[in-house]
């Protein structure tokens, strides 16, 4: 019987099965960011385990509030910092040179097919794009990781998604994720990897394809997964060339991780995207969803564009194209968070930084900022925000804020109407 | 060991996220003991108050369905933990949450529904209360004068994370 992408990474990473069902593996890449992080290498101090498994596995990155914007979490930026120092971890992302993990190390190439990926942070599951078996994972968790290079999982279940069809104008990877989610629940997938396979998965980006993955967690899946084709070989070429005498033979290698056609599924789920239309949430969890249409001319007080579902340059291009020209409604704010400091300089040499603040946009530095309410937007009570981002909790943005999650397309249009608004018409 | 068990704090709802059970905005803080006050403060449920005497006096949470998702925050946990409640008890969680109750030596135990209907029928008391036997895997549900007992599944691993105290040291001195 076949296997998985999944049950592949876990059966060639696998380092001890203490218990039945329980799989101890080995961790290729451990990320750490300046929330988490701190308090795991406070807690492995005052162990006296103040240790690394192997800095070259290891990377770090100030994100979620940077610069800083007081004394404490300059305390949390200063703890990462000193570690990352102190231990020689080169892959370290300070200020001028750091962006929202989930974009940037990517970004940097450090996610191939067939690797195991843990972070203290649950939107981990967005490398599972790239062929990965990426999870999120606490604390506790992460110390592990950093101190051994092994994480334990129970051995997750896949459910595979056959997204069929093809995307109709205005309707994005944003808009099928936030539709499946929708359709399963946000505990449809826990305990699960969710495979997006398909001819609309085969015709994304990588870029759309971490917009997919980035938001299994939100359907409680441990990972997304793509499988890794020409446009994964694509991405890492500049990364994986000296390793490899083609593409095709980097394809071949690759190749090795997709999912067997014998494979054994938890489910199935055949989704015919052709009939999506644009679709936007409307309550406090994200499978409250319904279409654009349905709540075309609600009112907002915010449009924010960013965050690691959708600060990726080509969502900025989708964004830009609709905003060419228009202006922000009178009385509505627009923040932008171009999710990397690459990202933040293509768009300008693009001439999309441009467009953004002719539209009467605030540019923000690459940060996680407005995403979960700690910096760059945050909202008052009672205020609505139009996002981009992945989490419409209750407080996420602003205590007594409401999030509206939808692509940087709609959130374009909404942003030029100052009510939530169809792309289309702009397309 | 630590004891599991005492006054319950029933939350009827499925899906309490992490975000409601510490807001985002407090994860600067450096020390477990810092979360104290902040525990389940944008839960908005009728009838509870996370500063009441409820809240204060739980040991024990008994809530529904998926328990815990969103953020992988260990905050979530070690809110509970440092205000005195080491075991929630709910049909289901979030995978990241529970991992990290059991990481931490804490308890997140999953009863099927009609069980945890029982549990729910003791809302009403005011003495009820839970004590729990991980050893044993069972469960004793008190109050209004009533007991009653039920055995529950937990994993040998997440078995042997809590009798261990957690898998710092369980992982450090095996791998
Ligand atoms: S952008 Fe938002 S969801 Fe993504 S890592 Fe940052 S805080 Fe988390």
Redesign the pocket.
């Known amino acids: 019987m076949g296997k998985t992408t999944a049950e592949k990474i876990f059966a060639s990473h696998l380092v001890d099965e203490p218990f039945a069902g329980t799989k101890v593996l080995r961790i290729d890449v451990v990320m750490c960011?300046e929330i988490t992080t701190p308090i795991a290498i406070a807690d492995l101090m005052e162990r006296g385990k103040d240790r690394v498994f192997d800095g070259s596995h290891i990377k770090a990155v100030i994100?979620?509030v940077t610069p800083s914007k007081d004394s404490k979490t300059a305390t949390q930026a200063k703890i990462l910092r000193d570690w990352a120092h102190r231990h020689a971890i080169k892959d370290f992302f300070d200020v001028g040179a750091n962006g929202?993990?989930?974009a940037l190390f990517p970004e940097k190439g450090f996610i191939h097919p067939g690797y195991t990926v843990i972070m203290g942070?649950?939107?981990t599951c967005t490398h599972g794009a790239f062929g990965a078996f990426s999870a999120g994972v606490g604390t506790t968790d992460l110390e592990v990781g950093i101190l051994k290079g092994v994480c334990a999982f129970r051995e997750p279940k896949t459910i595979r998604f056959n997204l069929n069809g093809t995307l109709q104008k205005g309707v994005y990877a944003k808009d099928v994720i936030l539709h499946i989610i929708g359709q399963i629940g946000v505990n449809g997938a826990t305990d699960r990897v969710m495979e997006f396979r398909g001819p609309v998965v085969d015709a994304m980006t990588m870029e759309s394809r971490m917009t997919l993955c980035?938001m299994a967690i939100e359907a409680g899946g441990t990972s997304g997964i793509c499988m890794p084709d020409m446009t994964t070989v694509d991405f890492l070429w500049e990364f994986i060339r000296d390793e490899y005498a083609t593409k095709e033979a980097a394809l071949a290698a690759f190749s090795r991780w997709r999912s067997d056609d014998d494979a054994e599924y938890d489910k199935v789920i055949d989704i015919d995207i052709s009939a999506l239309a644009p679709v936007v949430t409307f309550g406090y969890k994200p499978d409250q969803v319904k279409t654009v249409g349905e709540l075309a001319g609600t009112p907002i007080d915010q449009v924010y564009l960013?965050?690691?579902?959708n600060?990726r340059l080509e969502d900025l291009r989708i964004a830009a194209r609709i905003l060419s020209g228009k202006k922000l409604a009178p009385g509505v704010r627009g923040i932008l968070s171009p999710?990397t400091p690459k990202i933040y300089k293509d768009a300008m040499n693009e001439g999309l930084i441009d467009i953004f603040m002719d539209a009467g946009f605030c540019v923000t530095n690459p940060t996680?900022?407005a995403?979960?309410g700690?910096s760059n937007g945050v909202l008052a009570d009672g205020e609505t925000c139009a996002s981009t981002?992945?989490?419409n909790f209750m407080g996420r943005m602003g205590k007594g804020g409401m999030v509206h999650l939808m692509s940087p397309a709609t959130s374009a249009a909404t942003a030029i109407e100052g009510k939530i608004a169809d792309p289309r018409k702009y397309l | 060991m630590k004891t599991f068990g005492g006054p319950v704090l029933f939350l009827d709802r499925s899906d309490i996220n992490t975000d409601e059970i510490i807001p985002?905005k407090y994860l600067t803080e450096i020390t477990k003991q810092d979360l104290k006050p902040y525990i389940l403060e944008d839960l908005k449920l009728p009838g509870f108050d996370p500063k009441g005497e409820k809240t204060k006096a739980a040991r024990v949470i008994v809530s529904r369905a998926n328990f815990g998702c969103g953020?992988s925050r260990e905050h979530a946990p070690w809110v509970f933990e440092v205000n005195g409640i080491t075991a929630v008890i709910a049909e289901s969680f979030a995978r990241i949450f529970r991992q990290n109750m059991f990481n931490c030596g804490m308890a997140a135990i999953e009863l099927p529904k009609e069980q945890l209907d029982l549990l729910f029928s003791h809302a009403g008391n005011a003495d009820a209360a839970i004590s729990i036997d991980i050893e044993a895997q069972t469960l004793t549900a008190s109050g209004g004068g009533k007991q009653k007992v039920f055995t529950f599944d937990i994993s040998p691993f997440d078995k042997a994370l809590v009798l261990a105290g957690g898998w710092v040291d369980y992982a450090d001195s095996k791998y």
């Open positions: 960011h994100d979620h929202v993990c989930h942070d649950s939107h980035n960013g965050s690691c579902t600060g999710a996680c900022g995403c979960l700690m981002t992945n989490r | 985002a953020s």
